[in-house]
């Protein structure tokens, strides 16, 4: 049996478009969807006092002005866009700090698939625009990492005040 892995490797199916096949099955009729206020487990959320555009703006502003490396941003509402599938604006932004981040993988290296570090900024059907990260408790727990306590609290610390800039 080929593994969806396998596949991705043979380059016979791209990450994107299975996350876009996911999401098209996700809206497809008869499938329950979890409503956008309830996140998963692990997820940290607050609301921007801003619109879309200006709360990304303000995400990547503070994440400059902190010194901290920006890695991507990734206009999801655009792919899905592109696919022929609607979904409200959501972009998600990749950044860190290497000689802080690499610290998790020294302590297991599949913290790598929680690194670099994620905020989502998205907007509900009510027009509230979202920014969500997972929480770095969350992710020690998650991999199973008991000797970097300062260094996720530094990690917690950083994420919870680049998402308050949009407050």
Do not use: C, H
């Not at 860190?96 to 020294?106: E, H, I, M, S, Y």
């Amino acid at each position: 049996m080929t593994t969806v892995t396998t596949l991705i490797r043979r380059g016979a199916i791209s990450l994107a478009a299975l996350t876009l096949t996911g999401a098209a099955l996700a809206t497809a009729p008869g499938v329950a969807l979890a409503a956008p206020q309830a996140p998963a487990a692990g997820v940290v959320r607050t609301q921007s006092a801003y619109g879309f555009d200006e709360t990304v703006a303000r995400v990547k502003g503070d994440i400059a002005a902190k010194g901290v490396r920006f890695f991507a941003e990734i206009d999801q509402g655009q792919l899905a866009g592109e696919a022929g599938i609607k979904l409200a604006p959501s972009k998600l932004l990749l950044f860190g700090n290497p000689p802080l981040g690499a610290q998790f993988l020294t302590s297991n290296p599949y913290a790598g698939l929680d690194w670099p570090v994620r905020i989502l900024v998205t907007q509900d059907a009510d027009g509230k625009v979202w920014v969500a990260y997972t929480d770095f408790a969350y992710i020690a727990e998650r991999y199973q990492i008991r000797d970097r306590d300062a260094a996720f609290a530094m990690a917690s610390q950083v994420a919870a005040s680049i998402a308050s800039s949009t407050r």
